[in-house]
């Protein structure tokens, strides 16, 4: 059964309570007009609630950055998933790579939230990628392979189905760089190849897997026509919705 794309645009620490909906309105716009493509905001915490307004029946999901794995308690600073839902939230990312290498996220930690978003039955992007030294070296698949099975431990076949993962190459984010479709594709077919591993062929081959690194109008069609890669996370070409139209759209024909 073909997997159906799934396009993230992730706002990361820009927008505010004017651009954010009425970026939202344009996104829902070309949601709408893409029907074969799935299509998901990662908003900043403080406009989740004015972005589920401005989208309101769209089929556009309304997603959060981060989260913690407590229901609650002492923790400063945080938001809980029941937080999340109770501003409208269905999808959550864990792992982004700006989590692990800015803040310092541990792969215990990143799997103590993808667990924690699975329990609450949300949708969960899981976001691995390797590091420009780590890429020289030869370590792609190694750093790729590690976060994968470290991300996903203790998570089952049946919950597989409300996860997507996220391959960002670390040094093709925000950078202008971008791996070659022939790159992306192989990294993406090795990530597969390791879902099979840890569970089964038809989850494998069910588990959409996404790319995310500098990608854009221009880049968009031939990296998302590769046979592994199902989508994209979009950085900075979501926060123009005449940018991250044409990456739907272009999500949708492949």
């Known amino acids: 059964m073909p997997r159906k794309p799934y396009v993230g645009g992730n706002w990361k620490m820009n927008t505010d309570r004017v651009t954010g909906p009425a970026l939202a309105r344009e996104v829902a716009a070309s ?8 299509v998901a905001v990662f908003v900043p915490f403080p406009y989740l609630w004015a972005v589920g307004e401005a989208i309101g029946s769209a089929p556009v999901a309304l997603g959060a950055q981060d989260c913690y794995f407590e229901p609650g308690g002492a923790f400063t600073g945080e938001v809980s998933l029941g937080m999340l839902q109770d501003c409208r939230v269905t999808d959550v990312l864990t792992g982004h790579s700006e989590r692990r290498h800015v803040l310092g996220e541990t792969d215990e930690l990143i799997n103590r939230k993808t667990l924690a978003v699975l329990e609450a039955g949300m949708t969960c992007v899981l976001c691995i990628g390797e590091l420009l030294e780590e890429r020289e070296a030869g370590q792609t698949d190694v750093v790729n392979e590690r976060q994968l099975r470290a991300g996903l431990a203790g998570v089952t076949a049946v919950q597989m189905a409300r996860v997507v993962i996220a391959y960002e190459p670390v040094w093709a984010i925000g950078t202008g760089k971008v791996a070659t479709p022939e790159d992306a594709q192989a990294a993406h077919a090795r990530c597969r190849a390791v879902l099979e591993d840890l569970y089964d062929s038809i989850t494998a081959d069910a588990t959409r897997i996404i790319y995310g690194g500098s990608l854009k109008p221009a880049n968009a069609a031939e990296l998302l026509a590769q046979p592994d890669i199902d989508g994209g996370l979009v950085g900075g070409a979501s926060l ?5 139209g044409p990456i739907v759209e272009a999500a949708g024909r492949a």
């Open 240 to 244: 123009k919705g005449a940018d991250f």
């Open 31 to 38: 949601a709408q007009a893409n029907p074969g493509c799935e």
